[in-house]
């Protein structure tokens, strides 16, 4: 992220045309990663200040998780207690990303090894849970649009979606057996879905501020090259990492 936070903020800042105290929140805001909940005039983009935020959780959720003698219930109880302290939010800015927290919770369950009883039955449940989840969110989208951006209901049915998805997707690429070699692709794409998503949040702030896309088709080929562009980064990432790796 560093390496690539410099090289924005020295093509950046100057579009910019920032004083030098809005500058030094801009630098300060994004090397930090937290600026989006200090109101930074310019983000490479919120969800920056959401990593930043759950990477400090992380280690608190997972160990809470780990030590309680009940890991799912603990789980549903960190995740109401996330969904309400959000509430402050509730109308604001932040609220885009610490609504967001529930879903990370469950994230961080699924990575608490616990053993599982009646798979079958967790599918089940998973991809009912999954279509309630969709249902809801159509449901706002048709009849409460107003309930999307402000109160959340953009990212809160995702709560029950995510589960279905991740439950449907390893059902299904468990089952690819000699077809995995055709999901060499997706691999490569989850492997550098942070890079990606750096240069498409760069490409988003170009387009919608400058103007360098019109349209959908050029927003569409912008996006085609920020893919490119991260896959290419987080190869020469990878590559210095391995001989740092070595050296030490």
């Known amino acids: 992220y560093l390496p690539f936070c410099l090289v924005w903020l020295c093509v950046m800042l100057p579009l910019y045309d920032l ?9 300060a805001g994004n090397l930090l990663m937290l600026g989006f909940f200090a109101g930074t005039p310019a983000m490479i983009n919120w969800y920056v200040s959401a990593l930043a935020l759950t990477l400090m ?15 799912r219930r603990c789980a549903v109880l960190m995740a109401a207690a996330c969904f309400a302290g959000g509430l402050c939010f509730i109308g604001t800015e932040a609220y885009m990303a610490v609504s967001r927290l529930p879903v990370f919770v469950l994230g961080m369950a699924a990575a608490v090894p616990v053993r599982e009883e009646g798979t079958s039955g ?17 449901g706002c989208f048709a009849r409460f649009p107003e309930t999307l951006d402000f ?13 279905a998805l991740c439950a449907g997707l390893g059902w ?19 492997r550098a879905s942070f890079e990606i998503f750096l240069f498409n949040a760069w490409v988003e702030v170009l387009g919608k501020r400058f103007g360098l896309a019109q349209g959908p088709v050029s927003w569409l080929l912008w996006s085609l090259g920020s893919v490119l562009a991260g896959l290419a980064y987080h190869a020469v990432v990878e590559r210095c990492m391995k001989r740092a790796a070595r050296g030490a």
């Open 19 to 27: 004083g030098m105290v809005q500058s030094v929140r801009v630098a």
């Open 57 to 71: 959780l992380a280690p608190l959720v997972y160990g809470l998780m780990a030590r309680a003698s009940h890991p």
């Open 122 to 138: 967790a599918y089940a449940l998973a991809l009912a849970g999954g279509a309630c989840g969709l249902a809801v969110l159509y």
């Open 151 to 163: 109160y959340g209901m953009y990212w809160h049915p995702f709560v029950l979606i995510a589960p």
């Open 172 to 190: 299904l690429f468990s089952r690819a057996g000699r077809a995995s070699a055709a999901l060499a692709p997706l691999r490569a794409l989850g």
